[in-house]
Structure formats: structure tokens, C-alpha cells
């Protein structure tokens, strides 16, 4: 009986030990296994807690900076890092300490709770240029998720990405807003994408749908595609209802970024598709009042950089020329992306115009930049730590400006969001569904379709 009591007792302490071995991810500041204490054992459920180790939980790419965040006071100055698959010691280094201030959004009533008092330092480790999958540990927090280093951790997902974008989607603004984001990818990275020829593919079924969602005869866009067959059978003042003159706009623009893009291939096709954008484009003209700036600015900076006509000039003359009371926005906000379209003409630029276009959008990114700097997380403080689009769009702005310059600081911040992006954040989660070891749980944590196009925009950025 005796003996039983033993191996029973020996039974349990080799389960609990093996429980007790480090779990997964890290990221650019650091490796955050677990932090959830110095006893590693995940063999139960444990309540939501912040963690204080936050790493990317996917990994860095091998000739990337790699840093952690930890979070907390009087730290032992020491941490390390262990091979997960034999549990060595491959590195030993020191924390930096870095207390830009309380770790808590701009909004008081967002500050992460118990965080108040905990100071901030980092954890560099980029001298690992060894493949592999990783922990960090430090004896005042314990372990962080694994993670991995090497040149192609990030192409599952990217496929998921793809994946997302393969679904449909009913709203044409959100389509609209999605596959700008892509089509400006692929002029800026044309060399990186993972599957270029898919990519195509998505592209032109998603522009084969805008097609459907446009009135042949009045070239105005409805709002949604769902019931497009009921809406085409009634009469002209019932389908009124029905029509958006934002998605008019933005439809008008898409569609000539496209074309812009196929006229070397395939002239006919290209063809087509401007006429479609340009028919759209006079529809909105009857009603420009009640088009939002940004959408109107979009759709005529890019069928300017497609056709140089004359009347997109004078139509961007006025926009430009507008005070910011004056402007209204639309719901997804296509200023980027007509900034983009004028800075990258090929002719017939006005050098004010450009001057005027550049300090505007340079004035982004240097406050981007500076706020930046007064995060603890390396994004920007303006925003708000779950507004995931207002950072994808912060880092749009990045890859425009680093595109047109070539500043190594942007570079460098555009992968400190994908860090923040894949775990490197205050609720220590993975904004991608189905990745990391802390997963996002509600909808509005996540990468979704529709900021989807925007993450991918992303990934290709941090490839530099």
C-alpha cells in the first residue's frame, strides 16, 4: 500500500513538472511566456490577470531588433533567454529600464488596472540570429509565452490574411476601404508579397463585385450588394434610397487605381473600368455638397493620376484648398489614400499642391513619431489601446512617408506596431484569430475584414 502511495505521489510530481515547462510567444521588447508568476505550472485555467512580460507572440524575424516589455518595480536587473526545445540558456542580458510614465491610455477611465505603479524596462535580445522557438525569463516575473526567430515566421500569417480577404462582404464602402488598402500594397511592395498571383486573383473579384453594386444608366453605387437584383427592378426615385454618394466616390476611385494598374496588360479591360469610375465620378458631381472631403479628394487625385484631365486638377485645387471646418469625413476616411494618389502622379503635379500634400501628411508621421515616444507600448499615445484600425492607419501614414523618404526610424516603427499587433500590448493578446498564445476573445479585438487590408499593408512594411 505503501508503495502505491508513492508512485502515485511520484506520478503526480512528474505531471506537475512537465505542466511546468514554459509555454509560447514573445516579441520585439521581450519574451512574455507567461508572467504570471515565478510557479510555471499551466496545468489549470488561470483568471484573466495582466501579464508583465509582453513579447510578439508569433516571433521576430532573424535580423530584426528583438525586445521585450516587462512590467513591474525593483526588477533584478538580469534576464534571459532559453532554447524551448532543450530549455539551454542561449542568451544573458540587462534590463533597460524605461519609464516614460503611467502605462494608461490618454482616457483615465482606460487605464490597464493594477498597471499604475509599474514601472516599465526592456529586454533586448537581437543579437539571436539562430532559428528556433524561444522563452524569456526573469526571476522577479517568472516565464513568457515562446516565440519564434526566423526569415519566414510570419508567412502563415499572411496566408490567414488572405484568407480573410477571400471572404465576401456586402458593404461597399468596407469593400471599397479593403481593397484600396491592397492595391496601394502592391505598388509599394510589389517584390514582397508572399502569393502575388492570389493576391491578383482577389482583386479582381472584389472589383467584379463593385461592378455590381453600380447603376448602369446613372453610374450612381448603391450602399450594399445583398439585395442588388430586388433594387435594379424598381423605379428611379424607390432605388434612391438605396444609393450612397460616399461608396459613389470611393468606388470611383478603387476603380481607377485599378485600371491604373491593368493598363499596361490589359488596355480594354482598363478602359472599361475608367468609364465605370467616371461615370461614378459625375453622378457625385450633381451632389458634391453632401460628398464627404475625403471621398470626393480620393476619387478625383486618383482618376487625376489615371487620365490627367483637367476637371480632376481643378477638383483637387478645391479640396486642398478647403479649411479644415469645411471638411466632413466619411465613415472609413480616404485622406490617406487620396494624399497617396497625388504624391505619386507621373505628370502634371503642381509643386505647391505637392509642398502642401507632403507637409500635411509629414506632419502625421513626425506627431505619430513624437507620441510614439511617450508610450510605453511604441505606439501612438493618441490612440486608444484597442482602437485597432486608428493604429493601422497610423502605420499606413508611416509606410506612405517612409516610402517617399526612406527613413530607417519609420521602418523601425512600423514593426513596433506589428510587435504591438501580435502581443506586445497591454493585454498581452494577439490581434490575429488564431495566433499567439494569448487570442483576442471578443470581435472587436481582432484583425477583421474590415481593417484587414490595412494589416496586410502592414506585413509587407515590417519585409524591409
Request: proline share 1%; hydrophobic share 35%.
Amino acid at each position: 500500500m505503501k508503495h502505491k502511495s508513492w508512485l502515485s505521489f511520484l506520478l503526480v510530481l512528474c505531471i506537475l513538472m512537465g505542466c511546468s515547462q514554459p509555454k509560447t510567444n514573445t516579441d520585439l521588447v521581450g519574451n512574455d511566456r507567461d508572467t504570471l508568476g515565478l510557479a510555471p505550472d499551466f496545468s489549470y485555467e488561470v483568471a484573466k490577470q495582466t501579464p508583465n512580460i509582453l513579447v510578439n507572440q508569433i516571433g521576430y524575424l532573424t535580423d530584426n531588433n528583438k525586445v521585450a516589455i516587462l512590467r513591474g518595480n525593483n526588477l533584478h536587473d538580469v534576464f534571459y533567454v532559453y532554447d524551448a526545445y532543450n530549455n539551454e540558456k542561449v542568451f544573458e542580458g540587462y534590463l533597460i529600464s524605461d519609464n516614460i510614465g503611467v502605462t494608461q491610455s490618454d482616457n483615465a477611465s482606460e487605464t490597464i488596472e493594477s498597471e499604475e505603479q509599474k514601472n516599465i524596462y526592456l529586454a533586448d535580445f537581437s543579437q539571436i540570429k539562430r532559428n528556433g522557438t524561444y522563452y524569456v525569463y526573469q526571476k522577479d516575473l517568472g516565464y513568457s509565452y515562446q516565440f519564434e526567430i526566423g526569415d519566414n515566421i510570419y508567412d502563415s500569417v499572411e496566408e490567414t490574411a488572405l484568407t480573410l480577404l477571400e471572404t465576401e462582404d456586402e458593404d461597399v464602402s468596407k469593400i471599397c476601404y479593403q481593397l484600396t488598402a491592397l492595391l496601394i500594397t502592391k505598388e509599394l511592395y510589389p517584390d514582397h508579397l508572399l502569393e502575388a498571383e492570389r493576391l491578383d486573383k482577389i482583386c479582381k473579384e472584389k472589383i467584379e463585385m463593385l461592378l455590381q453594386a453600380q447603376d448602369t444608366v446613372t453610374g450612381n453605387v448603391y450602399a450594399d450588394i445583398s439585395d442588388i437584383n430586388e433594387i435594379q427592378e424598381l423605379d428611379e426615385q424607390q432605388k434612391q434610397q438605396y444609393i450612397s454618394l460616399a461608396a459613389t466616390a470611393e468606388f470611383a476611385g478603387v476603380l481607377a487605381i485599378y485600371a491604373n494598374q491593368i493598363k499596361a496588360t490589359d488596355r480594354t479591360l482598363a478602359y472599361q473600368y475608367q468609364q465605370a469610375a467616371e461615370k461614378a465620378y459625375k453622378a457625385i458631381q450633381l451632389s458634391l455638397d453632401n460628398v464627404g472631403y475625403d471621398a470626393g479628394y480620393f476619387a478625383a487625385s486618383h482618376l487625376y493620376r489615371l487620365t490627367g484631365r483637367l476637371k480632376y486638377a481643378q477638383a483637387i485645387e478645391q479640396y486642398l484648398n478647403m479649411k479644415e471646418e469645411q471638411k466632413g469625413y466619411t465613415e472609413y476616411d480616404f485622406s490617406l489614400f487620396a494624399d497617396y494618389g497625388y504624391l505619386t502622379l507621373r505628370y502634371g503635379s503642381n509643386l505647391a499642391w505637392s509642398e502642401l500634400v507632403m507637409k500635411r501628411i509629414m506632419k502625421q508621421a513626425e506627431e505619430i513619431s513624437r507620441t510614439v515616444g511617450k508610450n510605453n507600448y511604441y505606439v501612438s499615445e493618441k490612440r486608444e489601446y484597442n482602437d485597432i484600425n486608428g493604429k493601422l492607419k497610423d502605420m499606413s501614414n508611416l509606410a506612405l512617408v517612409n516610402y517617399i523618404i526612406t527613413n530607417h526610424e519609420y521602418s523601425t516603427l512600423q514593426k513596433n506596431y506589428l510587435d504591438y499587433f501580435l502581443g506586445r500590448n497591454p493585454y498581452n493578446i494577439c490581434y490575429v484569430d488564431g495566433f499567439g498564445t494569448g487570442n483576442a476573445i471578443n470581435d472587436e479585438e481582432k484583425i477583421n475584414s474590415e481593417n484587414i487590408g490595412l494589416f496586410y499593408l502592414l506585413l509587407q512594411s515590417t519585409k524591409l
